[in-house]
């Protein structure tokens, strides 16, 4: 029967793989509203499975979003106050629990000024009472970033719900699509419980659609080895005052868990998203997300590196944004 078959498929995968069940409960997804479950990570996928999430450009130039403009975000978009702009300025750019998101060599980060244009209007400011971080928008309402800019981790707390302030495409003391608040956070057992970069992922949920604005990039998971690939990473550092920058790249070495490339990045670009354009997502995919600089012996001590977008990861992104 088939569902013997699969049974038996099953228990062998566990039998063969003993550190499987391990890493599933470590991807075992939590909230800060208490719920919980685990995606699995097995050796073997499922032949109908999906490996990627496609992009949306978002309705910018839909006259009809005109209208709706202030629904879709919760605070209008427009020109910041200086006494905002001042306060979350002066907040600390999160950077990585170990290592210095590094500059490798010359400095090769270019400014983004044109925020409005795709996929930059996808890219997120994200700002809470501990600090501030880059996220991107990975659906309409929900937004992808670092562990560690939603949970302390190490057993550790989520941050404050009622703290974030989500900007898309900021731009200095502009912030063209307004700002929304958080509703959600999410994270990984390996993260809040274990304090593992490996396991260095989360999300916010946020109280508006404006995914249907300005649109959300892709991600996708892929078997073996990705280096070679080209990398893209944008984000908010914290050497500059709320502007995006991009920095280009290429994979160097590839972990199970870990991608690993010379990007140049520094605190505040925890949470970018690691991309490129990828045939099939309809424009751009994410591959990781961003959080280490240089730290130890090689490969970390010459590269920086994020979570890499395994199908466990997977998954709990495709659950996060549903």
């Not at 499987?20 to 499922?46: K, N, Q, W, Y």
């Not at 300025?89 to 590094?102: D, H, T």
């Not at 560690?148 to 302030?165: A, I, L, R, T, W």
């Not at 045939?279 to 979570?307: E, V």
Request: net charge positive; hydrophobic share 35%; glycine share 12%.
């Amino acid at each position: 029967m088939a569902f013997s078959k699969f049974a038996l498929t099953l228990a062998v995968a566990f039998a063969i793989h003993p550190l499987a069940a391990e890493a599933a409960s470590l991807h075992e997804s939590v909230s800060s509203s208490g719920d919980r479950s685990i995606p699995g990570e097995l050796d073997f996928a499922m032949p109908s499975e999906r490996t990627m999430t496609r992009a949306f450009r978002g309705d910018s130039r839909s006259l009809s979003y005109r209208v709706i403009e202030d629904a879709l975000a919760t605070r209008k978009g427009g020109q910041m106050t200086f006494e905002e702009f001042e306060a979350l300025n002066a907040l600390e750019a999160m950077g990585a629990p170990v290592g210095i998101e590094s500059i490798i060599g010359k400095d090769r980060r270019r400014r983004v000024r044109r925020t409005k244009r795709w996929p930059y209007r996808a890219v997120t400011l994200v700002t809470f009472n501990a600090g501030r971080c880059t996220g991107w928008l990975m659906s309409r309402d929900t937004v992808a970033t670092a562990g560690h800019c939603v949970h302390e981790g190490n057993g550790g707390d989520f941050y404050p719900v009622e703290s974030y302030k989500i900007y898309p495409g900021a731009n200095g003391t502009r912030t063209p699509y307004g700002s929304c608040n958080a509703t959600k956070l999410y994270t990984v057992r390996g993260w809040a419980k274990r304090g593992r970069d490996d396991f260095d992922y989360g999300a916010i949920k946020l109280d508006c659609n404006i995914g249907k604005r300005v649109g959300h990039l892709g991600f996708f998971w892929k078997r073996g080895s990705l280096n070679g690939m080209r990398t893209i990473i944008t984000g908010f550092p914290g050497d500059k005052e709320l502007t995006m920058w991009r920095s280009k790249g290429r994979v160097k070495v590839t972990q199970r868990r870990r991608v690993f490339y010379k990007n140049d990045t520094t605190g505040g670009m925890s949470g970018s998203p690691v991309y490129r354009w990828r045939k099939g997502c309809d424009g751009f995919c994410a591959m990781a997300i961003h959080a280490y600089g240089t730290y130890n012996g090689p490969p970390y001590s010459t590269n920086n590196h994020g979570t890499r977008i395994t199908r466990a990861v997977y998954r709990n992104l495709r659950k996060w944004r549903r």
